[in-house]
Protein backbone atom coordinates (compact mmCIF):
# COMPACT_ATOMS: atom_id res chain seq x y z
CA UNK A 1 0.00 0.00 0.00
CA UNK A 2 2.74 2.49 1.04
CA UNK A 3 4.80 1.79 -2.25
CA UNK A 4 1.55 2.31 -4.36
CA UNK A 5 1.26 5.56 -2.75
CA UNK A 6 4.25 6.98 -3.43
CA UNK A 7 3.87 5.91 -6.97
CA UNK A 8 0.52 8.23 -6.97
CA UNK A 9 2.21 11.28 -5.75
CA UNK A 10 4.91 10.77 -8.33
CA UNK A 11 2.67 10.67 -11.15
CA UNK A 12 0.27 13.36 -10.07
CA UNK A 13 3.21 15.23 -10.16
CA UNK A 14 4.62 14.41 -13.11
CA UNK A 15 1.01 14.78 -14.65
CA UNK A 16 0.57 18.32 -12.85
CA UNK A 17 3.99 19.26 -14.74
CA UNK A 18 2.96 18.50 -17.63
CA UNK A 19 -0.03 20.42 -17.86
CA UNK A 20 1.87 23.42 -17.16
CA UNK A 21 4.66 22.92 -19.76
CA UNK A 22 1.79 21.67 -22.09
CA UNK A 23 -0.18 25.32 -21.60
CA UNK A 24 3.34 27.47 -21.80
CA UNK A 25 3.21 30.50 -24.42
CA UNK A 26 5.79 32.28 -25.70
CA UNK A 27 6.60 34.26 -22.05
CA UNK A 28 4.18 32.53 -19.86
CA UNK A 29 1.64 30.16 -19.27
CA UNK A 30 -2.18 30.08 -20.08
CA UNK A 31 -4.68 29.05 -17.47
CA UNK A 32 -6.28 26.20 -20.08
CA UNK A 33 -5.01 25.33 -23.38
CA UNK A 34 -8.51 26.72 -25.89
CA UNK A 35 -10.84 27.90 -23.45
CA UNK A 36 -8.11 31.15 -21.89
CA UNK A 37 -5.69 31.26 -24.68
CA UNK A 38 -3.83 34.35 -23.10
CA UNK A 39 -2.03 34.89 -19.68
CA UNK A 40 -4.22 35.58 -16.59
CA UNK A 41 -3.06 37.77 -13.75
CA UNK A 42 -3.84 35.74 -10.62
CA UNK A 43 -3.63 32.90 -12.58
CA UNK A 44 -0.36 33.24 -13.15
CA UNK A 45 0.51 34.11 -10.00
CA UNK A 46 -0.47 30.25 -8.73
CA UNK A 47 1.10 28.77 -11.58
CA UNK A 48 4.65 30.52 -10.55
CA UNK A 49 3.72 28.80 -6.90
CA UNK A 50 3.36 25.72 -9.16
CA UNK A 51 6.97 26.27 -10.65
CA UNK A 52 9.12 27.14 -7.76
CA UNK A 53 8.64 23.57 -7.10
CA UNK A 54 10.73 22.16 -9.89
CA UNK A 55 12.00 25.15 -12.37
CA UNK A 56 12.65 28.39 -10.69
CA UNK A 57 13.16 30.07 -14.16
CA UNK A 58 9.90 29.44 -15.69
CA UNK A 59 8.58 30.40 -12.32
CA UNK A 60 10.06 33.98 -12.25
CA UNK A 61 9.38 34.21 -16.01
CA UNK A 62 5.88 33.76 -15.47
CA UNK A 63 6.02 36.97 -12.61
CA UNK A 64 8.85 39.02 -15.68
CA UNK A 65 5.65 38.55 -17.97
CA UNK A 66 2.44 39.72 -15.91
CA UNK A 67 5.24 42.73 -15.34
CA UNK A 68 6.07 43.45 -18.83
CA UNK A 69 2.08 44.34 -19.12
CA UNK A 70 2.25 46.63 -15.91
CA UNK A 71 0.75 50.04 -16.86
CA UNK A 72 2.31 53.41 -15.88
CA UNK A 73 0.00 53.96 -13.40
CA UNK A 74 0.96 51.05 -11.43
CA UNK A 75 -1.94 48.71 -12.31
CA UNK A 76 -0.80 45.11 -13.17
CA UNK A 77 -3.83 44.09 -15.58
CA UNK A 78 -6.09 40.97 -15.69
CA UNK A 79 -5.23 39.77 -18.95
CA UNK A 80 -2.22 40.16 -20.77
CA UNK A 81 -3.62 39.37 -24.33
CA UNK A 82 -1.59 36.90 -26.57
CA UNK A 83 -1.09 38.41 -29.96
CA UNK A 84 -1.06 34.69 -31.43
CA UNK A 85 -4.03 33.64 -29.92
CA UNK A 86 -7.68 34.00 -31.27
CA UNK A 87 -10.77 33.01 -30.14
CA UNK A 88 -11.24 34.20 -26.31
CA UNK A 89 -14.07 37.10 -26.10
CA UNK A 90 -13.74 40.07 -25.01
CA UNK A 91 -10.11 40.27 -26.77
CA UNK A 92 -8.21 43.31 -26.98
CA UNK A 93 -10.58 45.14 -29.74
CA UNK A 94 -13.35 45.57 -27.24
CA UNK A 95 -10.66 46.59 -24.27
CA UNK A 96 -9.30 49.53 -26.09
CA UNK A 97 -7.06 49.23 -23.51
CA UNK A 98 -4.49 51.90 -25.69
CA UNK A 99 -7.33 54.83 -24.53
CA UNK A 100 -5.66 54.98 -21.53
CA UNK A 101 -2.31 57.40 -21.68
CA UNK A 102 -1.00 54.77 -18.93
CA UNK A 103 -1.33 51.33 -20.90
CA UNK A 104 1.61 49.98 -22.35
CA UNK A 105 2.72 50.37 -25.84
CA UNK A 106 3.86 47.40 -27.10
CA UNK A 107 1.58 44.83 -24.90
CA UNK A 108 -2.07 44.38 -25.54
CA UNK A 109 -4.45 44.15 -22.13
CA UNK A 110 -7.44 44.34 -20.74
CA UNK A 111 -8.07 47.61 -18.40
CA UNK A 112 -9.06 45.91 -15.08
CA UNK A 113 -6.84 44.06 -12.63
CA UNK A 114 -7.90 40.35 -10.48
CA UNK A 115 -6.58 39.71 -6.95
CA UNK A 116 -3.58 41.33 -5.65
CA UNK A 117 -1.22 37.85 -5.46
CA UNK A 118 1.82 39.05 -6.87
CA UNK A 119 3.89 39.63 -3.75
CA UNK A 120 2.72 36.29 -2.26
CA UNK A 121 3.61 34.49 -5.33
CA UNK A 122 6.86 36.14 -5.60
CA UNK A 123 8.15 35.46 -2.15
CA UNK A 124 6.74 31.66 -2.30
CA UNK A 125 9.49 31.87 -5.75
CA UNK A 126 12.28 33.55 -3.61
CA UNK A 127 11.77 31.27 -0.83
CA UNK A 128 11.93 28.19 -2.67
CA UNK A 129 15.12 29.56 -4.91
CA UNK A 130 18.18 27.71 -4.16
CA UNK A 131 20.87 30.06 -5.57
CA UNK A 132 20.65 33.14 -3.61
CA UNK A 133 22.35 35.25 -5.86
CA UNK A 134 19.68 34.45 -7.99
CA UNK A 135 16.55 34.68 -5.55
CA UNK A 136 18.68 38.14 -4.33
CA UNK A 137 18.66 40.05 -8.02
CA UNK A 138 15.07 38.47 -8.79
CA UNK A 139 13.21 39.93 -5.40
CA UNK A 140 15.35 43.82 -6.08
CA UNK A 141 13.99 43.69 -9.88
CA UNK A 142 10.32 42.84 -8.42
CA UNK A 143 9.89 44.75 -4.93
CA UNK A 144 9.44 48.26 -6.41
CA UNK A 145 6.89 47.01 -9.42
CA UNK A 146 4.92 44.92 -6.82
CA UNK A 147 5.48 48.23 -4.34
CA UNK A 148 4.36 50.97 -7.60
CA UNK A 149 1.02 48.22 -8.26
CA UNK A 150 0.22 48.40 -4.18
CA UNK A 151 0.31 52.05 -4.29
CA UNK A 152 -1.76 52.13 -7.63
CA UNK A 153 -4.60 50.49 -5.39
CA UNK A 154 -4.94 52.47 -2.72
CA UNK A 155 -4.65 55.71 -4.92
CA UNK A 156 -6.87 54.68 -7.41
CA UNK A 157 -9.62 52.17 -5.79
CA UNK A 158 -9.65 53.67 -2.19
CA UNK A 159 -11.03 57.30 -2.74
CA UNK A 160 -12.19 57.17 1.37
CA UNK A 161 -8.82 56.19 2.22
CA UNK A 162 -10.66 53.31 4.61
CA UNK A 163 -8.40 50.95 3.91
CA UNK A 164 -10.46 48.90 1.69
CA UNK A 165 -9.85 48.64 -2.39
CA UNK A 166 -12.97 49.16 -4.59
CA UNK A 167 -13.77 45.86 -6.94
CA UNK A 168 -15.10 47.96 -10.14
CA UNK A 169 -16.05 44.50 -11.88
CA UNK A 170 -16.94 41.35 -11.51
CA UNK A 171 -14.10 39.84 -13.21
CA UNK A 172 -11.93 41.99 -11.04
CA UNK A 173 -12.87 39.63 -8.20
CA UNK A 174 -11.97 37.02 -9.78
CA UNK A 175 -15.03 35.13 -8.65
CA UNK A 176 -17.19 36.38 -11.51
CA UNK A 177 -20.61 35.09 -10.92
CA UNK A 178 -20.31 34.39 -6.98
CA UNK A 179 -23.67 35.60 -5.60
CA UNK A 180 -22.81 39.18 -4.01
CA UNK A 181 -22.13 40.35 -7.47
CA UNK A 182 -25.42 38.97 -8.73
CA UNK A 183 -26.70 41.12 -6.07
CA UNK A 184 -24.88 44.07 -6.40
CA UNK A 185 -25.21 43.93 -10.28
CA UNK A 186 -29.03 43.96 -10.27
CA UNK A 187 -28.96 47.22 -8.91
CA UNK A 188 -27.08 48.29 -11.56
CA UNK A 189 -29.43 49.89 -14.77
CA UNK A 190 -28.04 48.58 -17.99
CA UNK A 191 -28.19 52.17 -20.60
CA UNK A 192 -28.62 49.59 -23.39
CA UNK A 193 -28.21 45.96 -24.59
CA UNK A 194 -24.81 45.72 -25.30
CA UNK A 195 -23.98 43.73 -28.91
CA UNK A 196 -21.77 40.82 -28.70
CA UNK A 197 -21.08 36.89 -29.26
CA UNK A 198 -20.17 34.65 -26.65
CA UNK A 199 -17.75 32.23 -27.25
CA UNK A 200 -16.91 30.26 -24.14
CA UNK A 201 -19.82 28.50 -24.14
CA UNK A 202 -18.29 26.78 -27.45
CA UNK A 203 -15.74 25.12 -25.15
CA UNK A 204 -17.91 24.46 -22.03
CA UNK A 205 -21.75 23.35 -21.83
CA UNK A 206 -23.41 26.58 -20.97
CA UNK A 207 -25.39 25.03 -17.56
CA UNK A 208 -21.13 25.27 -16.01
CA UNK A 209 -20.61 28.79 -17.29
CA UNK A 210 -22.16 32.15 -16.47
CA UNK A 211 -25.58 33.45 -18.17
CA UNK A 212 -26.30 35.74 -20.67
CA UNK A 213 -27.50 38.07 -18.48
CA UNK A 214 -24.33 38.05 -16.48
CA UNK A 215 -22.40 38.24 -19.93
CA UNK A 216 -25.05 42.17 -20.57
CA UNK A 217 -23.72 43.53 -16.87
CA UNK A 218 -20.02 41.78 -17.82
CA UNK A 219 -19.66 43.50 -20.80
CA UNK A 220 -21.48 46.42 -20.20
CA UNK A 221 -19.80 47.75 -17.37
CA UNK A 222 -16.56 47.18 -19.43
CA UNK A 223 -18.16 49.62 -22.57
CA UNK A 224 -18.45 52.24 -19.39
CA UNK A 225 -14.88 51.63 -17.88
CA UNK A 226 -13.25 52.02 -21.53
CA UNK A 227 -15.83 54.88 -22.55
CA UNK A 228 -14.12 56.59 -19.08
CA UNK A 229 -10.94 55.71 -20.54
CA UNK A 230 -9.84 53.48 -17.52
CA UNK A 231 -9.35 57.40 -15.25
CA UNK A 232 -10.33 55.78 -11.87
CA UNK A 233 -11.14 59.39 -10.73
CA UNK A 234 -13.53 60.14 -13.57
CA UNK A 235 -14.88 56.63 -13.54
CA UNK A 236 -15.79 55.89 -9.83
CA UNK A 237 -17.94 58.82 -8.80
CA UNK A 238 -20.48 57.68 -11.53
CA UNK A 239 -19.75 54.07 -11.11
CA UNK A 240 -22.64 51.79 -10.61
CA UNK A 241 -20.49 48.63 -9.55
CA UNK A 242 -18.64 49.23 -6.60
CA UNK A 243 -17.94 46.47 -4.41
CA UNK A 244 -15.11 46.19 -1.24
CA UNK A 245 -14.48 42.64 -1.67
CA UNK A 246 -13.99 41.09 1.26
CA UNK A 247 -11.80 38.18 -0.70
CA UNK A 248 -9.60 40.70 -2.98
CA UNK A 249 -9.01 42.85 0.27
CA UNK A 250 -7.95 39.72 2.29
CA UNK A 251 -5.64 38.76 -0.90
CA UNK A 252 -4.19 42.19 -0.97
CA UNK A 253 -3.70 42.33 2.71
CA UNK A 254 -1.84 38.49 3.20
CA UNK A 255 0.03 40.35 -0.37
CA UNK A 256 1.23 43.18 2.21
CA UNK A 257 2.58 40.92 5.06
CA UNK A 258 4.32 39.03 2.10
CA UNK A 259 5.97 42.60 0.65
CA UNK A 260 7.12 43.70 4.20
CA UNK A 261 9.01 40.05 3.72
CA UNK A 262 10.36 40.96 0.64
CA UNK A 263 11.39 44.24 1.95
CA UNK A 264 13.13 42.97 4.83
CA UNK A 265 14.86 40.48 3.04
CA UNK A 266 16.34 43.18 0.94
CA UNK A 267 17.32 44.77 3.86
CA UNK A 268 15.05 47.93 2.91
CA UNK A 269 12.21 49.52 5.05
CA UNK A 270 8.94 47.53 5.71
CA UNK A 271 6.99 50.03 7.14
CA UNK A 272 4.71 51.05 4.00
CA UNK A 273 3.93 47.73 3.73
CA UNK A 274 3.41 47.14 7.33
CA UNK A 275 1.14 50.18 7.65
CA UNK A 276 -0.79 49.31 4.20
CA UNK A 277 -1.23 45.71 5.95
CA UNK A 278 -2.26 47.01 9.34
CA UNK A 279 -4.84 49.56 8.33
CA UNK A 280 -6.50 46.74 5.70
CA UNK A 281 -6.43 44.12 8.44
CA UNK A 282 -8.36 46.99 10.51
CA UNK A 283 -10.71 47.57 8.19
CA UNK A 284 -11.67 44.03 7.09
CA UNK A 285 -12.58 43.59 10.72
CA UNK A 286 -14.11 46.90 11.60
CA UNK A 287 -16.38 47.13 8.34
CA UNK A 288 -16.79 43.75 6.46
CA UNK A 289 -17.25 41.56 9.94
CA UNK A 290 -21.41 40.88 10.52
CA UNK A 291 -21.56 41.35 14.22
CA UNK A 292 -24.39 38.30 14.59
CA UNK A 293 -22.95 35.56 12.29
CA UNK A 294 -19.37 35.80 12.60
CA UNK A 295 -18.64 35.68 9.15
CA UNK A 296 -17.09 38.37 6.66
CA UNK A 297 -18.97 39.79 3.94
CA UNK A 298 -18.13 42.23 0.93
CA UNK A 299 -20.04 45.53 1.19
CA UNK A 300 -21.36 47.53 -1.84
CA UNK A 301 -20.12 50.74 -1.53
CA UNK A 302 -22.79 52.19 -3.23
CA UNK A 303 -25.85 51.48 -1.29
CA UNK A 304 -23.09 51.07 1.93
CA UNK A 305 -24.42 47.54 2.91
CA UNK A 306 -23.14 44.61 3.18
CA UNK A 307 -24.08 42.03 0.85
CA UNK A 308 -24.67 39.53 3.39
CA UNK A 309 -24.40 36.14 0.68
CA UNK A 310 -22.52 33.68 2.53
CA UNK A 311 -19.66 32.50 0.05
CA UNK A 312 -15.92 31.12 0.86
CA UNK A 313 -15.33 34.98 0.88
CA UNK A 314 -16.69 34.66 3.98
CA UNK A 315 -13.88 33.08 5.61
CA UNK A 316 -11.06 34.42 3.36
CA UNK A 317 -9.99 36.96 6.49
CA UNK A 318 -8.36 33.52 7.93
CA UNK A 319 -5.93 33.61 4.60
CA UNK A 320 -5.58 37.73 5.17
CA UNK A 321 -3.61 37.96 8.48
CA UNK A 322 -3.83 36.47 12.59
CA UNK A 323 -7.24 36.99 13.70
CA UNK A 324 -7.76 36.76 17.56
CA UNK A 325 -9.12 33.43 18.90
CA UNK A 326 -13.01 35.10 18.81
CA UNK A 327 -13.00 36.60 15.29
CA UNK A 328 -11.61 33.08 14.00
CA UNK A 329 -13.85 30.80 15.48
CA UNK A 330 -17.41 31.41 13.23
CA UNK A 331 -15.34 31.11 10.11
CA UNK A 332 -13.78 28.17 11.11
CA UNK A 333 -17.03 26.30 12.49
CA UNK A 334 -18.46 27.30 9.29
CA UNK A 335 -16.45 24.63 7.32
CA UNK A 336 -18.27 21.91 9.61
CA UNK A 337 -22.03 23.40 8.80
CA UNK A 338 -23.94 21.18 7.00
CA UNK A 339 -25.89 24.28 5.94
CA UNK A 340 -23.13 26.23 5.17
CA UNK A 341 -19.81 24.49 3.52
CA UNK A 342 -20.27 20.96 4.70
CA UNK A 343 -21.67 19.23 1.69
CA UNK A 344 -20.71 15.71 2.85
CA UNK A 345 -18.60 14.79 0.18
CA UNK A 346 -15.44 17.39 -0.37
CA UNK A 347 -14.79 20.97 0.80
CA UNK A 348 -14.79 23.54 0.20
CA UNK A 349 -17.76 24.28 -1.85
CA UNK A 350 -17.50 28.02 -2.73
CA UNK A 351 -21.24 29.10 -2.40
CA UNK A 352 -23.01 27.91 0.80
CA UNK A 353 -25.16 25.31 0.57
CA UNK A 354 -27.69 26.64 1.92
CA UNK A 355 -27.77 29.58 -0.32
CA UNK A 356 -30.94 30.02 -2.77
CA UNK A 357 -28.12 30.28 -5.78
CA UNK A 358 -26.13 27.13 -4.41
CA UNK A 359 -25.87 25.23 -7.84
CA UNK A 360 -23.09 22.11 -7.62
CA UNK A 361 -22.35 22.35 -11.28
CA UNK A 362 -22.18 26.10 -11.97
CA UNK A 363 -18.78 27.82 -12.16
CA UNK A 364 -18.37 30.09 -9.07
CA UNK A 365 -22.03 29.25 -7.70
CA UNK A 366 -21.21 25.80 -5.67
CA UNK A 367 -18.49 23.84 -7.00
CA UNK A 368 -15.01 23.40 -5.01
CA UNK A 369 -11.92 25.47 -6.64
CA UNK A 370 -8.31 24.23 -5.97
CA UNK A 371 -7.30 27.93 -5.47
CA UNK A 372 -9.66 28.71 -2.40
CA UNK A 373 -9.37 25.70 -1.27
CA UNK A 374 -5.06 26.36 -1.33
CA UNK A 375 -5.55 29.81 0.33
CA UNK A 376 -8.02 28.59 2.86
CA UNK A 377 -5.74 25.88 4.01
CA UNK A 378 -2.96 28.57 4.94
CA UNK A 379 -5.24 30.24 6.91
CA UNK A 380 -6.56 27.35 8.68
CA UNK A 381 -2.89 26.36 9.37
CA UNK A 382 -2.10 29.98 10.58
CA UNK A 383 -5.32 29.63 13.37
CA UNK A 384 -4.08 26.40 14.70
CA UNK A 385 -6.53 24.14 12.97
CA UNK A 386 -4.18 21.61 11.64
CA UNK A 387 -7.14 18.82 11.00
CA UNK A 388 -8.70 20.87 9.22
CA UNK A 389 -6.14 22.36 6.74
CA UNK A 390 -5.19 18.50 6.31
CA UNK A 391 -8.65 17.83 5.22
CA UNK A 392 -9.11 20.68 2.50
CA UNK A 393 -5.47 19.67 1.42
CA UNK A 394 -6.87 15.98 1.20
CA UNK A 395 -9.97 16.50 -0.59
CA UNK A 396 -7.73 19.44 -2.94
CA UNK A 397 -5.71 15.64 -3.84
CA UNK A 398 -8.67 13.47 -4.04
CA UNK A 399 -10.61 15.51 -6.73
CA UNK A 400 -7.60 15.94 -8.86
CA UNK A 401 -6.63 12.25 -8.72
CA UNK A 402 -10.47 10.84 -9.39
CA UNK A 403 -11.75 13.85 -11.97
CA UNK A 404 -8.08 15.41 -13.90
CA UNK A 405 -6.78 18.91 -13.39
CA UNK A 406 -10.54 19.93 -13.93
CA UNK A 407 -11.32 23.85 -13.63
CA UNK A 408 -13.53 23.03 -10.88
CA UNK A 409 -15.71 20.03 -9.28
CA UNK A 410 -18.48 19.11 -7.60
CA UNK A 411 -18.70 19.39 -4.06
CA UNK A 412 -20.89 16.24 -3.74
CA UNK A 413 -19.91 13.87 -6.36
CA UNK A 414 -16.64 14.89 -6.96
CA UNK A 415 -17.34 15.05 -10.86
CA UNK A 416 -14.81 17.37 -12.59
CA UNK A 417 -16.63 20.37 -14.82
CA UNK A 418 -15.38 23.37 -16.93
CA UNK A 419 -12.14 23.20 -18.81
CA UNK A 420 -9.71 20.06 -18.57
CA UNK A 421 -5.74 20.83 -18.37
CA UNK A 422 -6.31 24.07 -15.95
CA UNK A 423 -2.88 25.26 -15.16
CA UNK A 424 -4.04 26.53 -11.24
CA UNK A 425 -5.05 23.71 -10.32
CA UNK A 426 -2.24 21.56 -11.79
CA UNK A 427 0.37 23.96 -10.12
CA UNK A 428 -1.43 24.21 -6.90
CA UNK A 429 -1.64 20.53 -6.86
CA UNK A 430 1.89 20.61 -7.09
CA UNK A 431 2.63 23.37 -3.96
CA UNK A 432 0.17 20.89 -1.88
CA UNK A 433 2.30 17.68 -2.80
CA UNK A 434 5.39 19.74 -1.89
CA UNK A 435 4.05 20.92 1.53
CA UNK A 436 3.25 17.26 3.15
C1 LIG B 1 -12.47 33.16 -15.15
O1 LIG B 1 -12.73 34.47 -15.60
C2 LIG B 1 -12.59 34.86 -16.97
C3 LIG B 1 -12.60 36.37 -17.01
O2 LIG B 1 -11.51 36.86 -16.27
C4 LIG B 1 -13.67 34.30 -17.86
O3 LIG B 1 -14.63 33.67 -17.37
O4 LIG B 1 -13.55 34.46 -19.08
C5 LIG B 1 -12.39 33.25 -13.60
O5 LIG B 1 -12.49 31.96 -13.03
C6 LIG B 1 -11.12 33.95 -13.18
O6 LIG B 1 -10.96 33.91 -11.79
C7 LIG B 1 -9.88 33.33 -13.86
O7 LIG B 1 -8.76 34.10 -13.56
C8 LIG B 1 -10.07 33.24 -15.38
C9 LIG B 1 -8.95 32.44 -16.06
O8 LIG B 1 -8.78 31.19 -15.43
O9 LIG B 1 -11.30 32.60 -15.70
Known sequence: VWESAVIETTSLRSRAEQVLL???L???TKPSPSLYPHQWMWDSCFIAVGYSTFDGALARSEIRSLLRGQWSNGMVPQIIFNPASS????????WQSGRSPYAPENVQTSGITQPPLLAIAARAVIEREPDAGIARSFAAEVFPAITRYHEFLYRERDPDDSGLVTVVHPWESGLDNSPPYLDAGSRVELSYKPEYHRLDTAHVAARNRPTDKDYDLFIWLLEQMRDAEYDWSRYLPEAQLQVQDVLFNSVLCRANDDLAWIARYLEESDATARSWRDKTA????NSLRDEESGLFFSRDRRTGELLRQVTISSLMPLFAVQLEDGISQPPVDALADPAL???????CPT????????NPQNYWLGPVWINTNWMLRQGLLAHGCANQADAVRRDSLELVEKSGFREYFDPITGEGYGTDSFSWSAALTLDLLSVA
Not at 87 to 94: I, K, N, Q, T, V
Not at 351 to 358: D, Q, Y
Open 22 to 24: GNR
Open 351 to 358: TAISSSWF
Open 26 to 28: EHS
Open 87 to 94: GYFPGPDR
Open 282 to 285: AAII
Open 341 to 347: FDASGYR
